[in-house]
């Protein structure tokens, strides 16, 4: 991908990635995920109607190709997975795993995903903030 075709699908994606980030709790700003993709530390999938952000995950017993960031339609992004999961084989990896909504199994399961855990989070910003002032 040539940087113009970058830029022109962040922009594409921008939009997907940010109601993505909202629903995981605004940990990360879309400028600090493009900074990770740009030093080479998170992969960028793209097609016309969907993209998704990739980054390794380190385990003693596996190296996993996590899916971070999912947006755009279904079928775009069943049409990235097997793109994506080819190149995590390429790159060892032995486990592909994504974190998102209820949905994701029921849209990627016929691809092999199956619901593992649930993520529970507590959130102390709230909190901190309040102590700080």
Request: charged share 25%; with cysteine; proline share 4%.
């Amino acid at each position: 991908m040539t940087p113009e075709e970058f830029e022109d699908a962040w922009e594409r994606a921008s939009p997907w990635f940010e109601i993505a980030l909202r629903h995981g709790g605004n940990l990360w700003t879309l400028d600090a995920v493009k900074a990770e993709i740009l030093a080479g530390r998170a992969q960028f999938w793209s097609n016309d109607t969907a993209s998704a952000v990739t980054q390794f995950v380190y385990s003693p017993s596996a190296k996993t190709l996590s899916y971070w960031l999912l947006g755009g339609d279904t079928q775009g992004l069943r049409d990235l997975l097997p793109q994506a999961e080819r190149w995590g084989i390429e790159n060892d990896c032995l486990v592909f795993t994504g974190t998102g909504r209820r949905g994701f199994e029921r849209r990627f399961g016929s691809a092999g995903y199956k619901a593992r855990a649930t993520v529970y989070v507590k959130d102390l910003r709230p909190m901190v903030g309040a102590m700080i002032q």
